[in-house]
């Protein structure tokens, strides 16, 4: 499927905030085999004073830039053609859960895509009991990965509520989880806290969704915005599969993917001193449209 | 204090040593006979009474007292600074046992290095199998977004220490790794200059080495890590509330380095860079005392408040030098502990010639089944933990505690973040326990620093004294002592002073780069003392005509209320609180800037603050706070005579300077506003001239009676009195012009030109025309100074 994306952020302040620097990290990813950037542009306005690329350890490309001083608005424009291949295999080629610590143990690899990275808790996915006690409840006996990430993403969708008014970006998992609420950043960190809770590796992904679904199927959850779902490990053969909660199916060709992470934190969309300065207001749109 | 006396203690501090069974001592060995190491030692502490003894003692609290060594110790969610808990005693080592001490921890150091560079390069350790994969992966000290990132300096590790201890067996062991940011060189330091002053006799010709050159030659060290020899070298602190803060000034101070906070960084076009007074100055290589996750909140810990945004792009991009490397903390988890000794023979060639201490990573099925099959004499904890064996912090569960089934249990529940080691034992050494001396367990810190020819080691360090026999005890925190560390020359040892250095006069020719955090401290500091000081003045005129309570004085009185109002001051109370105020805000600045401040200096200002605090709670109105305002004056004056005396006349003496007359100069304009204006009470004339100490001044030039126009004359007017308004201005206009960018190009600064326009107003007044309501307006433009300096030099 190709897509022409269109993303714009826009972010007003009350007063003139000093200049700062500023990491963004929105412009889709090239995936050999599954997502292919034909064209990619991001516009900055004002226009930064500084403003450079590099990859960061997951692979994910980032935009760093320096601010002027003075702001009272700030603009990111970013257009794209992105070709989106649907996911290879529908068999279930992953290992048991049962299987997979030792699996696990044997891969000597700390590379971006290395399941060890995604196992021990992260920085926004501490350990935590509720969430655990519930994965192990939504767990099947004697499943394969896949279906334990199946099972327990339906249970979220079902278990869960869609609200965008409940959280904030910060929202810890577990508060999110408690309250059963919240947006697909909730969602799928809920559920990443969840497969680790298992022994699955599982990690976050940053993304969008297509806005008008193909003809016939219902308009998805989140595609007017910026859109977060999940990856886990599930076996030396299978390797990665995703899953987006917040819609309750595997990921294929409606998803455009920007980067990896272990939670939020890695992957956040705009990181720097905008994010700290209380008085603002921010606001983002997205449209991807499929051009054939 | 260990070096107080127990009342009546007549006998010998020596006569009751008995090492603790089954524990080897450093200073007596099996049979109760002093080591030979040992014997000058001994033999002069038994030579001393205890009276000679105490007094020793003495000089050495007296130095680190009066040095203000302090460290800050937390508990219950207030901190508080501490004094140096120092053991007089030094521990001793020989000088062959020494050798095989430093050669040993060179060859850990070079070990060390080669893990670094792989784990945060190409990884083959973990690849290979030789390294498990979750001890890095899962360890949150491996900084994910410094892997690959080259260090610019060639080599990731500069500054190390290692704890050691001596087993049952009498050999050393390692029991942690210090890569983070290692603390201690500079209370070493202290330690030894205080060690030196209590055994003066004995330390003069005892062959013993000198620290000096080992801080000489990191000093050279970094300054040759420069790529461009205008580039600053920084030390980089947490700030003031981290408990080693005195360390980072100290050492910042002794060394000649500028101390930064984060916020004093910058990254501009991918450089490092430091906010200083004059604008932004490279800063070529940063010696951090900081944790590596709190230096970037862009790209590593996005909580930190105390790092510098862009810092790890600045690296990436090779600009600067880092000392360790961010990411070299992950070393410091024990479960690297379990590894090490098998990485030895391939990265150094050789086996460790230094055991560290017996070390289990549960994660590894044969390490569980050993675990398992031989649980006795172990402990269990957290695998990243980075504490001692034996420190309370790390939750180490002793495996005795556990059943077989428990123990089986927490390993497989927990495997991969657990680790067992050895439990530790660890040598006694003396220490002074009321007058006498009492083994207790000991360890000891080594430092290395990398210099041009590798690794040197402090031929010294940091001896930890445990507070009881109980090895758990070791932690300052707890109660624990530190000791200076002899080691024994065979034959006389060289002098070594700081100056002999090839870099000595480059370092010192350059002293400019002022932080502009710390000139804003420097600027309140002058202000908040010479506050104290107007108020001090105001309220001892004030406290004396309450005691005289003669007739009109209720006016006069009552007439003095509008310069009580803005000075916060409530003249019901003997010694007001706003002064106590005054006086803390003046320590909290003055300790901002530890590494400018003198020692002298500091003392005085803590002297003066603990007697105004004493005085608070005893003082009266009247007479009685009169005598003791006198008292805190004199006191005052010794600050000043301190702080201008003794400052190196430059930058930052000139906002301190600046601080100063611009309060001065307010509180004058002030004070003439409202006792010179001619509504004013009898006798407020003589209060104005007696609180500008002009009482003598006046007399010799006017004959006549005190007069409204006398007053004017000679405490706005005249240039020749140092406590007048056109004084102050002068001074401040001195002070300004000589600021950087004053005069760029002949354009003068905002604030120059704001100074020379009140210069000018003043020296041509009209004493006439200089009423009240045009004394308020002045001090309402000085006021204004404080901004413009704010806004050109703060930022």
Redesign the interface.
């Known amino acids: 499927m190709l897509y022409r994306l269109n993303l714009s952020i826009n972010y007003k302040f009350q007063r003139p905030v000093g200049g ?2 500023q ?1 963004l990290r929105i412009t889709p990813a090239d995936l050999p085999g599954l997502q292919e950037v034909q064209q990619c542009t991001v516009m900055v306005t004002p226009p930064a004073l ?1 403003r ?1 690329n ?1 990859a ?3 692979g994910t490309e980032v935009i ?1 830039l ?1 601010l002027p001083a003075g702001l009272r608005e700030v603009r990111f424009d970013m257009k794209a053609r992105v070709l989106r291949h649907a996911s290879a295999s529908l068999l279930d080629l992953s290992s048991p859960i049962s299987r997979l610590a030792d699996e696990i ?1 044997a ?4 590379g971006p895509n ?1 399941p ?2 995604f ?2 808790p992260s ?1 926004r996915i501490p350990v935590d009991d509720q969430i655990a006690s519930y994965a192990l409840a939504n767990c099947p006996k004697g499943a394969t990965a896949n279906q334990v990430v199946e099972a327990l993403g339906k249970a979220l969708h079902r278990d869960m509520l869609f609200d965008a008014e409940a959280t904030e970006v910060d929202t810890p998992a577990a508060e999110a989880f408690a309250g059963r609420r919240g947006v697909c950043q909730d969602f799928s960190q809920i559920m990443i806290s969840a497969l680790r809770s298992l022994g699955i590796p599982a990690g976050y992904v940053s993304g969008f969704l297509r806005t008008v679904p193909p003809p016939g199927k219902p308009r998805l959850e989140g595609a007017d915005a910026m859109h977060a779902w999940v990856r886990a490990w599930t076996g030396t053969e299978a390797g990665w599969c995703e899953y987006d909660p917040t819609n309750a199916c595997f990921v294929s060709a409606d998803h455009v993917t920007i980067g990896y992470g272990r939670d939020y ?1 890695d992957t956040a969309p705009i ?3 905008m994010r700290v300065d209380g008085s603002q207001s921010g606001r983002h749109s997205v449209d991807i449209i499929a051009v054939d | 204090m260990a070096g107080e006396l127990a009342e009546g203690t007549a006998e010998r501090p020596l006569q009751d040593y008995r090492p603790l069974p089954g524990v080897p001592d450093e200073m007596v060995d099996a049979n109760g006979s002093v080591r030979p190491l040992w014997s000058r030692l001994a033999a002069h502490l038994a030579s001393l009474t205890p009276a000679d003894l105490s007094d020793n003692l003495a000089r050495a609290d007296r130095y680190l007292r009066d040095s203000g060594v302090f460290y800050r110790q937390y508990g219950s969610g207030i901190s508080t600074e501490r004094p140096w808990p120092l053991s007089h005693v030094p521990m001793l080592l020989s000088q062959t046992e020494w050798n095989g001490i430093a050669a040993a921890l060179r060859q850990r150091a070079d070990l060390l290095e080669a893990v670094m560079g792989d784990l945060y390069g190409p ?1 083959t350790l ?4 030789r390294l ?3 001890i ?3 360890n949150p000290a491996w900084l ?2 410094m ?1 690959g990132v080259r260090p610019r300096s060639g080599h990731y590790l500069h500054f190390l220490a290692f704890e050691l201890g001596r087993g049952p067996d009498g050999d050393w062991w390692v029991l942690a790794d210090r890569t983070q940011a290692p603390s201690g060189a500079g209370y070493a330091l202290e330690n030894r200059v205080a060690t030196a002053r209590a055994f003066a006799d004995l330390y003069a010709d005892a062959n013993i080495h000198r620290l000096a050159g080992f801080f000489r030659d990191f000093r050279d060290a970094l300054l040759d890590l420069r790529t461009d020899s205008d580039g600053r070298v920084a030390i980089l602190t947490p700030g003031t509330l981290n408990e080693t803060y005195f360390e980072h000034a100290y050492i910042a101070r002794y060394l000649g380095f500028t101390l930064v906070e984060g916020g004093d960084l910058a ?4 450089r490092l860079m430091i906010r200083t007074v004059q604008g932004m100055m490279p800063a070529d290589v940063i010696w951090r005392r900081l944790d590596a996750d709190y230096a970037d909140p ?2 590593l ?2 909580a930190s408040r105390i790092g510098t ?2 810092m790890v ?1 600045a690296l ?1 991009a090779g600009s600067a030098s880092m000392i360790n490397s961010l990411g070299a903390g992950i070393l410091e988890s024990r479960a690297f502990m379990a590894f090490l000794p098998q990485l030895a023979p391939e990265l150094v060639r050789a086996p460790l010639a230094l055991p560290n201490i017996a070390t289990w990573w549960c994660g590894d099925q044969a390490a569980r089944d050993a675990v398992l099959s031989n649980p006795h004499r172990m402990s269990l904890g957290p695998a990243f933990a980075t504490g001692l064996p034996f420190d309370p912090a790390n939750q180490q569960i002793p495996s005795s505690d556990l059943t077989p089934e428990e123990l089986a249990d927490m390993i497989a529940q927990h495997g991969s973040n657990l680790v067992a080691q050895e439990t530790a034992t660890l040598s006694t050494a003396p220490t002074l326990v009321n007058g006498l001396l009492m083994p207790r367990p000991m360890t000891l810190r080594v430092f290395l620093a990398r210099t041009s020819e590798g690794w040197t080691v402090m031929p010294g360090g940091f001896a930890r004294i445990g507070a009881t026999p109980d090895p758990s005890a070791l932690a300052m925190q707890k109660g624990g002592t530190a000791a200076d560390v002899w080691v024994v020359g065979d034959g006389p040892v060289a002098e070594v002073s700081m100056l002999r250095s090839t870099h000595g006069a480059a370092s010192r020719g350059n002293p400019g780069g002022l932080p502009a955090r710390a000139a804003d401290n420097l600027f309140w500091l002058g202000r908040y003392i010479e506050r104290s000081e107007s108020i001090v003045r105001l309220m001892r005129a004030y406290n004396v005509r309450l005691a005289e309570a003669g007739p009109g004085n209720a006016a006069l009185l009552a007439g003095m209320a509008p310069l009580l109002e803005p000075l916060g001051i409530d003249p019901e109370r003997g010694i007001p609180p706003s002064l106590l105020r005054n006086l803390a805000a003046a320590i909290g600045t003055a300790g901002a800037v530890r590494d400018r401040f003198s020692p002298d200096a500091w003392s005085a200002l803590q002297d003066i603050r603990r007697s105004a605090d004493d005085m608070a709670n005893r003082v009266t109105p009247g007479d009685d706070a009169a005598s003791a305002l006198s008292a805190l004056l004199r006191k005052l004056a010794g600050i000043s005579g301190l702080v201008h005396e003794n400052m190196y006349r430059f930058t930052g003496w000139r906002f301190l300077s600046i601080g100063r007359l611009h309060e001065r100069a307010m509180n004058i304009s002030a004070l003439l506003a409202v006792l010179a204006d001619p509504d004013a009470p009898e006798g407020a004339l003589e209060v104005a001239i007696e609180i500008g100490d002009s009482v003598m001044t006046h007399r010799r030039r006017f004959s006549v009676a005190t007069s409204r126009e006398t007053v004017i004359d000679l405490m706005a007017l005249d240039p020749m009195n140092p406590r007048a308004l056109r004084h102050q201005i002068d001074r401040l206009r001195e002070q300004i012009d000589a600021l950087p960018a004053a005069n760029e190009l002949g354009a003068l600064s905002p604030l120059a030109r704001e100074v020379l326009r009140l210069h000018a107003e003043i020296a041509t007044a009209d004493p006439a025309a200089l009423d009240s309501d045009a004394l308020w307006e002045l001090r309402g433009r000085i006021a204004g100074l404080s901004d413009l300096l704010t806004e050109s030099y703060f930022h």
């Not at chain 1, 891969?107 to 700390?110: E, F, R």
């Not at chain 2, 990254?267 to 991918?270: E, G, K, L, R, T």
């Open positions: 700062g620097r990491l500084e450079s590099f960061d350890f997951f760093q320096v143990q891969v000597t690899d700390l290395s060890h990275h196992l021990p920085l934190a990181t720097g001193s | 990884n973990v690849a290979s199998g498990p994969a979750g890095v992966a899962g994910r977004p892997v990254v501009v076009n991918d862009l790209e810990n996005p945004p862009g792009a990436r």
